[in-house]
C-alpha cells in the first residue's frame, strides 16, 4: 500500500469519527429559567465573561442582613452583545448596576438577563429569551 492511499485512509477515519462525535444540545430557557420569577438587584460588577454560547455578568449584591451574593448572569453571545451596542468598557469591575432577568430553577442566585441599567441611566438590552431585546 502506497502512502497516498493510506494517507487518504487516515484522513477518511479522522473525519468519520469527528462527525460521529456528540453534539452539545443548548439548553431551552425553560428547562433552565422560570418566566414566573422576574428578578432585579442592585450591586456591583465583579466580572464578565465574554464567551459563547453565552457571555455571563457576576454582580456583587449586598442583602439585608450585610451578606453579600455573587449573582451570575447568563446574557446572550458576546458577538450578540457587540451588535446590540455593548463594549466590554461598559462593565468594568466595580461599576454598579441593576440587572433584571427571571431566576434559576435550581434555587441558586443565577438569572437570565433581560437588561443591565448602568449608573448613568443607560440600559443594555440582552436580548435573551424570552425577552428580545433592542439596542440602548
Known amino acids: 500500500m502506497n502512502m497516498t492511499l493510506k494517507t ?6 479522522i473525519i468519520v469519527g469527528m462527525a460521529a462525535q456528540p453534539v ?5 430557557f425553560s428547562a433552565e429559567f422560570d418566566i ?8 456591583k460588577v465583579s466580572s464578565v465573561r ?3 454560547p453565552h457571555a455571563w455578568i457576576y454582580i456583587d449584591v449586598t442583602g439585608e442582613d ?3 451574593v455573587n449573582w451570575a448572569f447568563e446574557t ?3 458577538n450578540a452583545l457587540f451588535r446590540r451596542g455593548w463594549r466590554k468598557d461598559d ?5 454598579a448596576v441593576t440587572a433584571e ?3 434559576a430553577r435550581n434555587g441558586t442566585p443565577t438569572a437570565n438577563t433581560s437588561a443591565i441599567t448602568l449608573p448613568d441611566g443607560r440600559r443594555l438590552f440582552t436580548g435573551n429569551a424570552p425577552n428580545e431585546g433592542t439596542s440602548r
Open 101 to 103: 432577568g427571571w431566576r
Open 91 to 95: 462593565l468594568l469591575p466595580g461599576t
Open 24 to 28: 452539545v444540545a443548548h439548553h431551552s
Open 36 to 43: 414566573a420569577r422576574p428578578v432585579k438587584v442592585a450591586g
Open 66 to 68: 450585610g451578606k453579600v
Open 76 to 78: 446572550a453571545t458576546a
Open 50 to 52: 465574554w464567551s459563547n
Open 8 to 13: 487518504v485512509g487516515v484522513t477518511a477515519a
